[in-house]
């Protein structure tokens, strides 16, 4: 069945560091896949989204990238701010099971000044 | 817009009592709405997805007697978990799409609700 992977947390970096989250896929057919962050206290939204292979989804500085072939979508960002201290989860949904998403475990980073 | 709230936001009970969580769309209408739960360390699991006016539809292996969905209004779904045992005490988030919008992404999530059944 459909399954996604994400590196084990917490990540602990410094502020302006570079970010990167792994992530990885197991589907059947052509998924969309997603980014959710969680702040402290909030709900989960979405961050980012890519709907196909080689589509590069991006928001607020972070980045990824639909790799078909790797069946990857590493959440990345060039220099990390305090404020982006949360829970980070990626997500894929595949069309034949409608809305449903499929999450990964969750990655908490935290950024220290 | 789309904010989507819990209560409450933390519970603990005794086992074999029930607990009721509300998830609420406070700007929108909710056609649909979907309650996960989160087991420490684990991906957040579908366990139901639930239509206005309709009944809920359950994932694979989620007691429907024991997790009682009701999604009266278009802005209100409740899940109950009847006569909870510690097996149960998890972290449980709601979402709800908008009419019409129907895709993934467009799920708007609680904050969740941490359950500890002692």
């Known amino acids: 069945g459909n399954s996604v992977t994400q590196m084990e947390g917490p990540v602990t970096l410094s502020e302006e560091a570079f970010l990167t989250i792994n992530c990885t896929y197991t589907?059947?057919?052509?998924?969309?896949l997603f980014w959710y962050v969680q702040y402290p206290g909030e709900g989960l939204q979405l961050l980012l989204k890519?709907?196909?292979?080689?589509d590069k989804g991006s928001n607020k500085g972070f980045e990824a990238t639909y790799r078909k072939e790797t069946t990857s979508f590493h959440l990345e960002k060039g220099s990390v701010q305090v404020s982006d201290s949360a829970v980070y989860f990626c997500?894929?949904?595949?069309?034949?099971?409608?809305?449903?998403?499929?999450f990964g475990k969750g990655t908490t980073l935290s950024v220290s000044s | 817009g789309a904010v989507v709230s819990q209560h409450p936001s933390r519970v603990i009970c005794k086992s074999g009592t029930s607990v009721k969580i509300e998830c609420r769309s406070l700007?929108?209408?909710?056609?649909?709405m979907f309650w996960y739960r989160q087991f420490p360390k684990q991906s957040l699991m579908l366990m139901a997805t639930?239509?206005?006016?309709?009944?809920?539809?359950?994932e694979q292996g989620v007691e429907k007697d024991k997790f009682l969905i009701n999604h009266a209004s278009l802005t209100l779904s409740t899940l109950t978990v009847t006569s909870a045992h510690p097996e149960d005490s998890s972290f449980y988030i709601c979402?709800?799409?908008?009419?019409?919008?129907?895709?993934?992404?467009?799920?708007?999530f609680g904050p969740g609700t941490r359950l500890t059944v002692t």
């Open positions: 639930s239509n206005e006016g309709s009944k809920a539809t359950y």
């Open positions: 890519a709907t196909k292979a080689d």
């Open positions: 589907a059947t057919g052509y998924p969309s």
């Open positions: 979402s709800a799409t908008q009419q019409g919008r129907a895709r993934a992404y467009e799920q708007y």
């Open positions: 700007d929108f209408q909710a056609t649909t």
């Open positions: 997500a894929l949904s595949d069309s034949q099971a409608g809305t449903a998403l499929i």
